[in-house]
C-alpha cells in the first residue's frame, strides 16, 4: 500500500507559478510510475503529467506542455509538478497517482491516489 499526500496548492493570479509536491508514505516511490492528474468542477478527470519509475521518461498533456514541469526525488519519496505561466483554466483540484505496472494517461492504469489540493488561478 501507497499513501500519498499532496500539498503546495494556492490561489495564485494570471502568470505566477506554483509547486505541487506529492509525498509518499508506506512503500518507496521509486518502484512506480507516477501521474498528476487535475479535476475542475463539472469536468472529468485529466491527465497532466506522468514520470517514469527510473527518472528515464516523461509526458504532458499538450495543454500543460512547455509550461509544467514533472519531477522526482525517490530519496525523499516526493513527486513534484512545478507549474509556471499559470493561467485561469488550470483551475483544478489536482491529484498525484502512483502506477506498478503502466506509464500511462490513463486515470484508470494508476493504482493509489492523493487525496488532491486544490489550485486557483485568478484572472
Known amino acids: 500500500q501507497v499513501q500519498l499526500v499532496e500539498s503546495g496548492g494556492e490561489l495564485v493570479q494570471t502568470g505566477g507559478s506554483l509547486r505541487l509536491s506529492c509525498a509518499a508514505s508506506g512503500r518507496t516511490l521509486s518502484c512506480y510510475n507516477m501521474g498528476w492528474f487535475r479535476q475542475a468542477p463539472g469536468k472529468e478527470r485529466e491527465f497532466v503529467a506522468a514520470i517514469r519509475w527510473s527518472d528515464t521518461g516523461t509526458m504532458y498533456a499538450d495543454s500543460v506542455k512547455g509550461r509544467f514541469t514533472i519531477s522526482r526525488d525517490n530519496a525523499k519519496n516526493t513527486v513534484y509538478l512545478q507549474m509556471n505561466s499559470l493561467k485561469p483554466e488550470d483551475t483544478a483540484v489536482y491529484y498525484c497517482?502512483?502506477?506498478?505496472?503502466?506509464?500511462?494517461?490513463?486515470?484508470?492504469?494508476?493504482?493509489?491516489w492523493g487525496q488532491g489540493t486544490q489550485v486557483t488561478v485568478s484572472s
Open positions: 497517482a502512483a502506477a506498478s505496472l503502466h506509464y500511462s494517461p490513463y486515470p484508470s492504469h494508476y493504482n493509489y
